[in-house]
């Protein structure tokens, strides 16, 4: 896979990215692009330090808690990785069918190789165009992961000519492909 189809936004709050991804997701499946992955949506819980809220998976619609009602004892996040990962496993058998993944972000539990990091490594596997969101905090991890990766800026219009260059990429591996094994 050419790592230039891989695509992290940054430079924004995630309430506004996760905003953009969710119109470019339905944008992009009114083209007849098919879509997976996750976007975030607040919990609209009060009290909370921690902004963890819950995942939608694209194709479903289904809504994947990723926040304790308690945090533990050594910190005030109240992040689920476990709700982060069964979000994760809602769509691995969705990547194969679509034309770009949008995983919501790249975030702790993913630095660490949980979370979302499954559906992550499937989707590059897969050689499919992967557009995902990643906190300045957590940008060695990023790289170290997706060295190669591209960073975006949050605006639809740098999304829609990431995922122009990326199909057309993904496109020119899949000929180079073909013609090897001729």
């Not at 819980?45 to 902004?51: A, N």
């Not at 945090?71 to 691995?92: I, K, N, Y």
């Not at 949050?154 to 013609?179: C, K, M, Q, Y």
Request: aromatic residues 6%.
């Amino acid at each position: 896979m050419i790592r230039r189809s891989i695509a992290a936004i940054v430079g924004a709050e995630s309430a506004v990215i996760q905003k953009l991804l969710a119109q470019a997701i339905v944008d992009w499946r009114a083209e007849g692009l098919k879509v997976c992955g996750l976007v975030e949506e607040a919990h609209g819980l009060t009290g909370r330090s921690c902004s963890a809220g819950l995942l939608r998976n694209i194709q479903t619609g289904n809504v994947y808690a990723m926040y304790l009602d308690e945090p533990p004892a050594h910190t005030s996040c109240h992040l689920d990785e476990l709700g982060v990962v069964g979000a994760c496993s809602s769509v691995l058998g969705q990547i194969e069918e679509s034309d770009v993944v949008v995983l919501s972000k790249f975030g702790k539990v993913e630095a660490v190789g949980s979370g979302l990091f499954g559906a992550f490594e499937h989707a590059i596997a897969s050689g499919k165009p992967v557009l995902t969101s990643v906190a300045p905090k957590h940008h060695y991890a990023w790289t170290r992961f997706a060295p190669d990766a591209v960073f975006i800026r949050p605006e639809r219009a740098a999304f829609d000519e990431w995922l122009g260059n990326a199909t057309r990429h993904v496109a020119r591996g899949i000929r180079a492909s073909v013609s090897l094994h001729r």
